[in-house]
């Protein structure tokens, strides 16, 4: 049997195999102005994000629409929170971050995706964006096999689904 972890149809993570993946390299979390000033390629996004959110912390999910990220919907990854776990779970992966991934992601849990970024660094990171319903902008390279050289700029939009807590999140890839 394979040393991997879970079946794939794609290159297997270098953490699955036993390797040691690089940390995160930046992972953190920020208010809308200051996301626009330290990656402005996604100005226009958490434009509509922070005028979506009004006198809220968050957005609500149904104040959106996804003609609403149009330009946008390869990049697109958007996943959800089941229950307290601060483990979300990819319900939609657009194409470039699929490839990038080299395997389906959809339904898959971060921390199936990436286990040993998640119990580093992520698994905080993403609780505490859903405590502050702060944007997160997290930078690094790719952690899968053959794609440890593109170095990645992600977006994490944190949004509610009705209440008060942050149940989704769109997260926007954009490779450097």
Known sequence: MSTLTQATTGPASILDRGGSAPPV??????????????APAFAPLVALW??????EPAPCWRQMDFVDFRGWHSELVLSSFDGDA???RFRLVGETFAQLAGMPL?????SEYS?????????????KLRETAKIGLVEGSGCREGQEHVSLQVLELPFRDGGTRIERLVHVVKPL
């Open 115 to 127: 286990p040993q970024h998640f119990d580093r660094q992520l698994r905080d990171h993403f609780a």
């Open 25 to 38: 390299k930046k992972a953190q979390l920020v208010t809308a102005e200051e996301a626009i000033e330290r």
């Open 106 to 110: 959809k339904g898959m849990r971060f």
């Open 86 to 88: 601060p483990d979300p």
């Open 50 to 55: 922070r005028d979506r959110r009004g006198a």
